[in-house]
């Protein structure tokens, strides 16, 4: 299937490693030039340089998205290099494991700025040059936590829940303008995350890491983790062309583990 995405300009966040270099990888690989942030620079160059084999032009800039100032930045760098933006993923790393009394107002206070500020700011610099071209596609990678909460992450569930609250409604907002606004929700994919996440789980309930992957692979119907080329497969599709008539909408891709008819 041609997507019609070559030549294409995509800005992919956090994309030095796991999902966003995924992503990123993907994108490339269907012919669009790439605009790669992350806060770790050496990760962040080697990860652009492989993408450069492929033949497409790539520009990585290191940022820390959660700092003010910051995400506009990346996107002013990218138009300046391209002139425009057509596609933007934004992508966060997932805020600390842990039950609600575990948090100070600091922590809600950090998450908030890394997982809803840094998505909002991303758009807002990037919406006036969609706008103007009548073309664009913003996807937000989310989590399958705000269709169906996961126990011990009481940050993420939450804030994600406001980053698929902002772009459902800014779908409406910006559908005349031919842009469209989706969330994809990975399930449990094989990440440095998901280690993370094992290690923390494992530590609070006593148990070793290797029980709780054994759970996670009986609650996936799939038996299996995702792989990061999987769930950067949906996100490119939802840049295509084809899908010039999907916006609105947040769709999982996690082997089958969200219970839910909707």
């Given at each position: 299937m041609?997507?019609g995405?070559d030549g294409?300009?995509a800005?992919?966040?956090?994309?030095?490693?796991?999902?966003g270099?995924?992503?990123?990888?993907?994108?490339?690989?269907?012919?669009?030039?790439?605009?790669?942030?992350?806060?770790?620079?050496?990760?962040?160059?080697?990860?652009?340089?492989?993408?450069?084999?492929?033949?497409?032009?790539?520009?990585?800039?290191p940022?820390?998205?959660?700092?003010e100032g910051?995400?506009?930045?990346v996107?002013?760098?990218a138009?300046?290099?391209?002139?425009?933006?057509?596609?933007?993923?934004?992508?966060?790393?997932?805020?600390?494991?842990?039950?609600?009394?575990?948090?100070?107002m600091?922590?809600w206070?950090?998450?908030?700025?890394?997982?809803?500020?840094?998505?909002?700011?991303?758009?807002?610099?990037?919406?006036?040059?969609?706008?103007?071209?009548?073309w664009?596609?913003?996807?937000?990678?989310?989590?399958?936590?705000v269709?169906?909460?996961?126990?011990?992450?009481?940050?993420?569930?939450?804030?994600?829940?406001?980053?698929?609250?902002?772009?459902?409604?800014?779908?409406?907002?910006?559908?005349?303008?031919?842009?469209?606004?989706?969330?994809?929700?990975?399930?449990?994919?094989?990440?440095?995350?998901?280690?993370?996440?094992?290690?923390?789980?494992?530590?609070?309930?006593?148990?070793?890491?290797?029980?709780?992957?054994?759970?996670?692979?009986?609650?996936?119907?799939?038996?299996?983790?995702?792989?990061?080329?999987?769930?950067?497969?949906?996100?490119?599709?939802?840049?295509?062309?084809r899908a010039?008539?999907?916006?609105?909408?947040?769709?999982?891709?996690?082997?089958?583990?969200?219970?839910?008819?909707?």
């Open positions: 041609d997507l995405i294409r300009v800005v992919v966040a956090a994309s030095s490693k796991g999902l270099r995924a992503i990123a990888e993907e994108l490339a690989a269907e012919g669009a030039h790439l605009v790669m942030c992350a806060r770790g620079e050496a990760k962040l160059h080697e990860a652009a340089d492989r993408i450069r084999e492929l033949g497409r032009t790539v520009i990585a800039i940022a820390d998205l959660s700092r910051e995400p506009e930045r996107i002013d760098e138009i300046a290099a391209y002139g425009k933006i057509d596609i933007l993923v934004t992508n966060t790393g997932g805020p600390p494991a842990g039950p609600f009394e575990s948090h100070d600091e922590a206070r950090a998450a908030v700025r890394s997982n809803l500020e840094s998505v909002v700011g991303l758009t807002r610099a990037a919406l006036p040059t969609m706008k103007l071209q009548r664009g596609r913003i996807i937000n990678v989310t989590s399958i936590a269709k169906q909460p996961v126990d011990n992450l009481i940050l993420s569930n939450s804030v994600r829940a406001a980053v698929t609250g902002m772009a459902r409604t800014l779908a409406n907002e910006v559908a005349p303008f031919g842009i469209t606004v989706n969330c994809v929700l990975p399930g449990y994919t094989r990440t440095d995350r998901l280690e993370e996440l094992a290690g923390a789980n494992a530590a609070r309930e006593g148990v070793s890491i290797e029980e709780i992957r054994d759970r996670w692979h009986v609650q996936i119907p799939m038996r299996r983790l995702g792989e990061p080329r999987e769930f950067a497969a949906m996100v490119a599709f939802l840049a295509s062309e010039s008539y999907i916006t609105g909408t947040s769709i999982q891709v996690d082997g089958g583990w969200i219970q839910s008819l909707l």
